[in-house]
């Protein structure tokens, strides 16, 4: 069986160690140290991850990450690349499912952080993937559009999401939609086509999830 999230991780970890702890990322505001601090919490604390998505929980989950961004980044970025087989998102059993869009939009997340940088040619396995989780990603992140959007991986399939209405065309490779849909816009290579007004706003959405 392809293991996806491994390999997406192991290029990450190698990357992080050639651009240094100060590379910026697509996080605006985040260096490369600071998602390494993310992805240790989120598999190693559990006590704070879920201030990744719970409000209530925020503040002291970013107490934590910032403690643990202080620590050597060699030593960071090695726990990023061996992780606990205990967590519930990085033992055999969940790894690929909870793992392999995670490490790839983060590993894109560094890629595309600086000036020069251009989309990987994925594997057809990745990108069918990565399609297969497209669907509960735009989903989620859509759901309150006021639109119909159309997604569209050509090859692949679509699906439409959003409240209805007038309507938009999205259409991306998987991978790119994926960035797309977690709130890189800004940096996906995707065509959009609908009223403009509407275009400009799922644009500038937040869709982070």
Avoid: K
């Amino acid at each position: 069986m392809p293991r996806y999230a491994r390999a997406e991780r192991d290029a990450l970890a190698d990357l992080m160690l050639i651009v240094g702890p100060d590379a910026p990322t697509v996080n605006e505001g985040w260096s490369t140290r600071d998602l390494a601090a993310h992805l240790v919490v989120r598999e190693r604390r559990p006590d704070a991850a879920g201030g990744i998505m719970l409000p209530p929980l925020r503040d002291y989950g970013e107490r934590v990450r910032r403690r643990v961004a202080a620590r050597p980044f060699a030593e960071l970025v090695a726990q990023v690349r061996r992780p606990p087989i205990w967590s519930p998102l990085s033992n055999p059993l969940t790894d690929e499912l909870a793992n392999t869009m995670e490490f790839f939009i983060h590993h894109e997340d560094v890629r595309r952080g600086g000036a020069d940088w251009a989309p990987r040619d994925l594997s057809a396995g990745l990108r069918s993937a990565l399609w297969r989780r497209a669907g509960p990603l735009a989903r989620l992140a859509l759901r309150r559009f006021p639109a119909d959007v159309y997604v569209q991986a050509p090859g692949h399939g679509q699906l439409s999401v959003g409240r209805g209405g007038e309507q938009v065309r999205l259409v991306a490779a998987p991978g790119e939609l994926t960035l797309f849909l977690s709130g890189r816009q800004r940096v996906a290579r995707v065509q959009l086509d609908g009223p403009r007004e509407l275009v400009q706003r799922l644009r500038g959405a937040d869709l982070g999830i």
